[in-house]
């Protein structure tokens, strides 16, 4: 009979899970945390507290391994939104027309996510769970690992296993448990834009409609000035969640007037107009020391059966929405790695290889981002400069109101086409002939959404003046 272990319960170690159950005999995660029994905060996800999407790349992967899963999110209140035809946009260049591309968002909490994503890797009988099971290394040598030593309630134990996927996100401790077993040390690609994140949960007030679209204000970069942006989002249960972010020297505050200011900040006050009308759901909640991490896994002679997979390989600040999208990606190669010979030699580096380049495009579509932001601290060089800066405010400047240039963009950023999308001649013409149409003014963006209903009429006449590009 073979085994797998699954270090992690979160959305990743779950989709690990689902993607090894065809193959493996038996597959057992443990988790360190207790889960709930209903869509409810746990301790050991701090930033489920926040928003979260999934990109339409994600969505996908998610069915292909647990089919029926999207169908059971959209019915407990899981909300789709095109990009940009169902959210009111703000690019890091001005607003968007509301464009109907292939992109779309599924919009609903993490607590919701995850639940229903669990819930269907345990109806295979074939994965179970050990709650309250701490990692402390891995068991076996240089070049195979065969299990882990854990510690429980009842002790410390020894388990075996034909394969070993690392699912712990961030704090990992994969790095220096390879280290114990005689491996260098893993090398790390760090890019810090000291990303701060501030949220708040709100119940949508009754005037809101079920269509609600939102609002997404994205950061500029290049600019020599702190990056900062928000974003208002329906959830499921008539909730919404805006979350604040800014980047070193422009993070936004965490008490309750500097909140608000914040948000009425951002370019036009709509966002601060809507959530007066809300009820606060919760407190105002801080999300700090997120940089973007890329663990050079595929470079180190890793052991037989040892993969390490989702934020413990690659982790991007939580701005850029791709993290949960980018491990489901990552589960399916896995699946299909395993679909192809089993668990043979040489698979561990096969697929963190493959796991490799699909990190390796979110990463350069983040740090591209990232590098424009002032104060930015990295180990590693960064490409691009002024004249890169240019030209990606030129292509954000374009993609507000041409079609193709922002289908290219949205398409690549959703994780459903490649990076060479955005180096087509009919793309590259667009954007070096520049836009061909004057930028949409606040007024006009928001007049493309008459989803908003009458919660604008609130607050219309108090508004301060404001630039309303």
């Not at 994600?58 to 292909?64: C, L, Q």
């Not at 009988?125 to 882990?148: C, H, I, P």
């Not at 070096?432 to 949409?440: D, H, V």
């Amino acid at each position: 009979m073979t085994r797998a272990l699954v270090l992690g319960g979160g959305l990743a170690g779950m989709l690990a899970a689902a993607a090894l159950a065809d193959t493996v005999d038996q597959v057992v995660v443990l988790e360190r945390d207790t889960f709930p029994d209903a869509p409810e905060p746990r301790r050991g996800l701090p930033q489920g507290h926040h928003s979260h999407i999934l990109m339409r790349g994600g969505v996908e992967a998610i069915d292909e391994l647990l089919p029926g899963t999207v169908d059971l999110l959209y019915a407990a209140g899981a909300k789709k939104r095109g990009l940009p035809h169902g959210a009111l946009a703000r690019g890091p260049e001005g607003w968007m027309e509301r464009i109907d591309t292939d992109a779309y968002l599924l919009l609903c909490s993490r607590d919701l996510l995850d639940h229903v994503v669990r819930r269907q890797v345990l109806r295979d009988g074939r994965v179970s769970v050990r709650e309250g099971t701490k990692v402390l290394e891995l068991t076996g040598s240089a070049s195979r690992v065969t299990g882990v030593h854990v510690e429980t309630g009842d002790g410390a134990e020894r388990l075996y296993a034909d394969l070993v996927v690392d699912a712990t996100g961030r704090g990992s401790g994969a790095p220096a448990w390879l280290t114990a077993l005689g491996l260098p040390k893993v090398r790390e690609d760090v890019v810090d834009a000291g990303i701060t994140y501030v949220s708040r949960w709100f119940e949508a007030p009754p005037g809101a409609k079920d269509d609600f679209p939102g609002v997404m204000i994205q950061m500029t970069p290049g600019t020599g000035k702190p990056g900062q942006g928000a974003g208002l989002l329906p959830m499921e249960e008539g909730r919404w969640i805006l979350s604040l972010f800014g980047s070193r020297g422009g993070e936004p505050p965490n008490d309750e007037e500097g909140f608000a200011r914040f948000a009425r900040e951002r370019h036009h006050p709509i966002i601060a107009d809507l959530i007066a009308q809300a009820t606060p759901a919760g407190p105002i909640r801080t999300y700090r020391n997120i940089p973007d991490r890329r663990r050079r896994y595929e470079k180190l002679a890793l052991p037989e059966g040892f993969v390490v997979i989702g934020d413990a390989a690659s982790a991007l600040n939580p701005v850029h929405g791709t993290g949960m999208s980018v491990a489901a990606q990552c589960a399916r190669l896995l699946r299909d790695e395993l679909a192809d010979g089993g668990l043979r030699p040489r698979l561990a580096r096969r697929v963190q290889a493959g796991i490799a380049r699909i990190n390796g495009g979110a990463w350069r579509l983040a740090t591209n981002t990232d590098q424009g932001l002032p104060d930015v601290r990295a180990n590693v060089r960064l490409q691009g400069g002024a004249l890169a800066d240019r030209m990606a405010a030129r292509v954000a400047r374009t993609g507000c109101r041409d079609r193709d240039v922002i289908n290219a963009v949205f398409g690549v950023a959703s994780l459903v086409k490649p990076m060479t999308a955005m180096m087509s001649p009919a793309f590259l013409l667009a954007v070096l002939r520049g836009p061909r149409k004057p930028a949409l003014t606040a007024e006009q963006a928001i007049a493309q959404f008459p989803e908003f209903g009458d919660l604008l009429a609130y607050g219309a006449s108090d508004r301060p003046t404001h630039n309303p590009a």
